[in-house]
């Protein structure tokens, strides 16, 4: 489904007209914008690393070494697309977006320098403990887990069942993934949704589940 | 939240869900409004569909919102 595409701008807000003009220009007054959007670039990749470092296995050191590669790999990302930013946001908005999505990428890459788990394992007995099903409630879902095991092995595709299992059952970060399997976001997540909606099928059809009533629009 | 409802919530998937590459497209615009206060929700159903459901997309949001509501720092 596509949502309302945003409109085009009518003309830009002075500050992002000031970075869009001092970018596309040359000589001194671009060095001087690329410098400043740098620094800039710098401070929410670290801001964005602090915040995220808590749920990751990086700290000190690396985790400053990761800011500095997201913002110089954003700003190459900004040069190189200035001609796509359309007005619909402010300048430095559009410029946080991409700086954000390389901190993402970044912490993606560094997850298979210590992976938690090999990319082919397949420890089922984490299954419960993933979604808070409590040991000592075993007889009420032992059922339950079986049948999406069951359903995982004979509903999922091959690419499916491997999208689901490391992601689901070996707990891989889904940016990881991406990057083991040289694939990218969209493609993982679709591949993800499809899954889950064939595997909720199963479950309801055997009755383990009630049948989806998801609103539609 | 047990188990079951986890699993549940996990396993369902929304129709009006846009994917990731078109929640990225626009996400920029979705924080600013939703940094302003406006119905981004309701503007984006799609998108704000997308972002709960998507970890990865969700972490990029939250971190583009913090920016923006932090950019004085």
Redesign the interface.
Known sequence: ????A?AAADRLDPESAEWLGALAGQGPQREAALARLHEMLLR?AQ??CR??GPRLRVTGPELDDLAYQAAADALVAITRKLGQFRG???F???A??YV??E??DKIGRHFWRHPAVPLDAEDWDRL?DR????PAREAE?RD?LAA?RRAVDTELSPRQRQVFVAI?VNAV???ALVIELGS???AI??TL?DA??K??AA?AANGY?GH?T???? | ????S???R?????????????A?E????Y??LVAAGEPAEQ?????AAHLQ?????G??F???L???R??A?
């Open positions: 489904m596509v949502d309302e945003p929410i801001r964005e915040r995220r619909e946001s402010r430095t908005t559009w946080y977006k954000i999505l901190v993402s419960p979604f808070g099903f409590e879902w339950l999406l689901v970060p889904l940016d990218n976001r969209g997540y679709k949704f889950r909606r595997l909720r479950l589940m989806d998801a609103r539609r629009s | 939240m047990n188990g079951y986890e699993l549940d996990f396993l369902r998937t929304d129709p009006r869900d846009v994917g990731c590459t078109q990225m626009i996400l920029h615009v924080a600013e503007r984006y159903p799609g998108i459901a998507c970890g990865p997309c972490e990029d939250d971190g583009l913090d920016a923006l932090n950019e720092d």
